[in-house]
């Protein structure tokens, strides 16, 4: 899987979103789209056992999981790719 299939697929079975996450642009707002503070967690959480890295503290903030575009940023910073 590519790292969007793999961060589409961690938020369609931990995001708990009010849509389809196939049918959100990269840029969608998530939060918008009915994911909740907590669920952002197990997002979080999915995806350091996904991509086996850990968040850095600086990157604990709303807005690294607010798209997918965020998250893909977040993700490749960590994994230096």
Known sequence: MT???T???VLADHGRLAVPVDTLADD???FGAGMTS???VNVM????DAFEF???EKMLKKSTFESIE???TG???MTGE
């Open 7 to 9: 961060i589409r697929q």
């Open 75 to 77: 993700v490749l910073e």
């Open 28 to 30: 969608a707002d998530l």
């Open 38 to 40: 907590h669920a952002s």
């Open 3 to 5: 790292v969007d299939e």
């Open 45 to 48: 959480l999915a995806l350091e």
């Open 54 to 56: 850990e968040f850095s």
């Open 70 to 72: 965020a998250i893909r």
